[in-house]
């Protein structure tokens, strides 16, 4: 079975531009959360959708926004790129609930803001 | 605010002996606490979790143990092996109580020496 399945893997952007990150959840599962991992930190949490469902922010700017659609994947954008953003973005699933229980993490897209 | 610590940046161990890894909480409602690991560009694996009705979880070579008490948590490797080298990442969060999300700490790398 495929684990949880993210693109682009590497990316560079420049200060101002916008991107947007892909997550597809283990199969099954219906929860999905994001987290950013600046280097030296633990992952930090950004977002968590349940059943197509915002249920949970963290403290991050409205610049990032998120969705999940009706097969359970999401997209992260990020508005108005600046350096501080550079990080490493993880996705995660759980199967029924909203994260809090066990998530299970993708291999992550390293953002890059020049 | 730091709510999960995780005071250690680094560790090196023999191979066959025992790794501890530390972990402290300052949030009391935090009944839930798991265990990660992450290799160099993959996303963390989960390891191994416990709820705060517990105070000590057994899989394998892994032991995980809560003292609610001191919001303090360890995790025991034994024996420690090479392919144990790796970040491992401390996690709470309010499940039984909020399910809120998860809360990591900044990590301790654990170097295991042949």
């Known amino acids: 079975d495929a684990g949880v399945t993210q693109s682009p893997t590497h990316l560079i952007k420049t200060r101002g531009q916008q991107v947007t990150l892909r997550c597809s959840p283990i199969?099954?599962?219906?929860?999905v959360s994001w987290y950013q991992q600046v280097l030296g930190q633990g992952p930090q949490f950004i977002f968590q959708?349940?059943?197509?469902?915002?249920?949970g922010r963290g403290n991050f700017p409205d610049r990032f926004s998120a969705r999940q659609f009706p097969n359970y994947s999401s997209e992260l954008n990020v508005n108005a790129l600046l350096l501080g953003d550079s990080a490493l973005y993880l996705c995660?699933?759980?199967?029924?609930?909203?994260?809090?229980?066990?998530?299970?993490f993708g291999e992550g897209s390293w953002l890059t803001v020049v | 605010d730091q709510q999960v610590k995780q005071n250690s940046p680094s560790l090196s161990v023999q191979e066959g002996r025992i790794s501890i890894l530390n972990c402290d909480y300052t949030?009391?409602?935090?009944?839930?606490f798991l265990w990660y690991k992450k290799y160099p560009a993959e996303g963390p694996t989960f390891l191994i979790s416990?709820?705060?009705?517990?105070d000590k979880n057994e899989d394998g070579r892994f032991t995980v143990f809560l003292n609610k008490s001191a919001k303090h948590l360890s995790l025991h490797i034994v024996p420690s092996q090479p392919g144990d080298s790796a970040v491992y990442f401390c996690?709470?969060?309010?499940?039984?109580?909020?399910?809120?999300?998860?809360?990591f700490g900044k990590g301790t790398r654990l170097s295991v020496i042949a």
């Open positions: 959708y349940y059943e197509k469902e915002e249920r």
């Open positions: 199969s099954g599962h219906k929860s």
């Open positions: 996690a709470a969060s309010e499940y039984y109580s909020g399910n809120t999300p998860l809360v």
């Open positions: 949030n009391s409602m935090f009944d839930y």
């Open positions: 995660a699933s759980s199967w029924g609930v909203p994260s809090g229980n066990t998530i299970y």
């Open positions: 416990i709820s705060s009705i517990k």
